[in-house]
């Protein structure tokens, strides 16, 4: 019966006692290890610091994405108007032609205010810039 009792309880003793030692040992001279350095030391090599700013990674990401818009947007101006060119006179050809330039030309317009937005807002949540709120 003592063995039955020591088979079942000893695991749960030793797991539990491992867990403590586990989680005590980074608190031993933890005072003089600033939490920064933890961060750091999980960033990759090349990796930008910033979030925001000029070289953080929203605006990085902002220019591509508006960039591949804007290239895509001119592609279909183009696109359109090779299409109202070879329509021929024919009345709904020319209607998806003219449909196809004026979408194209939303779609710049679009791009070109998301760019404006995207600026605006984080200019105003970068501390670097001194401007906006800082937070």
């Given at each position: 019966m003592v063995k039955n009792v020591i088979r079942t309880i000893l695991p749960s003793v030793l797991t539990a006692a491992l867990t403590l030692v586990i989680m005590a040992a980074p608190l031993?001279?933890?005072?003089?290890?600033?939490?920064?350095?933890?961060?750091?030391?999980?960033?990759?090599?090349?990796?930008?610091?910033?979030?925001?700013?000029?070289?953080?990674?929203?605006?990085?990401?902002?220019n591509v994405l508006l960039f591949v818009l804007g290239a895509v947007s001119v592609i279909?101006?183009?696109?359109?108007?090779?299409?109202?060119?070879?329509?021929?006179?024919?009345?709904?050809?020319?209607?998806?032609?003219?449909?196809?330039?004026?979408?194209a030309i939303v779609g710049v317009v679009v791009a070109l205010l998301a760019y404006a937005i995207i600026n605006f807002v984080l200019t105003s949540f970068s501390a670097t810039d001194g401007g906006g709120t800082n937070v």
């Open positions: 031993v001279g933890a005072s003089d290890v600033p939490i920064q350095n933890g961060a750091e030391s999980a960033r990759g090599d090349g990796q930008t610091t910033d979030l925001f700013g000029q070289t953080g990674i929203f605006k990085t990401i902002t279909m101006i183009i696109i359109g108007g090779l299409r109202y060119v070879i329509s021929g006179g024919n009345s709904s050809a020319v209607t998806a032609a003219k449909n196809t330039i004026l979408y």
